[in-house]
């Protein structure tokens, strides 16, 4: 069965890995599963069509046969159960990876986010100068105690898995900010996920289709 992608027909990003198909297509890319891509316009993604496959209209989404996923976390987790490569067989090794799954997306991402939020849609706002400090200090207490966990290990735990793809895929967002500066250990540890063969594809994948450019016409 085919395996179809959505990623955005042109990202604000410009094609610099941050769009979450990244995500997906790295999975993949680790798994060594092949898989195609269906950019999607942003007024496409508000029509019915696409709210069936992700009923927030927002992408990725995901189609194997008669399975449709959306959510980098599902979508994710489904290609490690699915396919060998993601998720350690030793029971109690798999339970943890999934754990830092979650934690990337539940744990550490949010106040990310918050910081993206705070720059870009609302960085006209009165209360920005306020604002960002305290978004920053949340970011940085979250990474104080994953810096402590990490420690000198190359990987959160063990071996590689789906949780440091999704860990990483949720820091590379801070290196903009200067931040991940701030953590040699974490930027470290990010360092080594794109430098894996699997990331550089995807990454390079995503690049080729945005270009850096918007589509014209």
Request: proline share 7%.
């Amino acid at each position: 069965m085919t395996i179809t992608i959505t990623a955005f027909e042109w990202s604000p990003d410009g094609g610099k890995g941050l769009a979450r198909d990244t995500r997906v297509r790295w999975a993949l890319e680790e798994v060594g599963q092949p898989y195609e891509v269906r950019p999607v316009s942003f007024a496409a993604m508000k029509e019915s069509a696409h709210l069936a496959l992700h009923p927030f209209g927002q992408i990725p989404t995901y189609e194997e046969g008669d399975l449709a996923l959306f959510e980098t976390g599902g979508i994710v987790l489904h290609i490690g159960e699915r396919y060998g490569g993601l998720l350690p067989d030793d029971a109690n090794a798999r339970a943890r990876a999934i754990t830092w799954m979650f934690a990337a997306v539940n744990t550490v991402e949010p106040p990310i986010l918050e910081l993206v939020i705070a720059k870009l849609i609302e960085g006209d706002k009165p209360w920005r100068a306020e604002r960002l400090p305290l978004v920053e200090d949340r970011i940085r207490g979250r990474l104080n105690q994953l810096s402590a966990r990490l420690g000198d290990a190359d990987w959160l735990d063990g071996a590689f898995s789906a949780g440091d793809l999704m860990m990483v895929s949720v820091l590379l967002r801070l290196r903009p900010s200067g931040i991940l500066d701030e953590y040699p250990d974490i930027a470290a540890y990010v360092a080594r996920g794109e430098a894996r063969p699997a990331y550089k594809r995807a990454f390079d994948a995503q690049s080729a289709l945005y270009n850096g450019k918007p589509p014209t016409g």
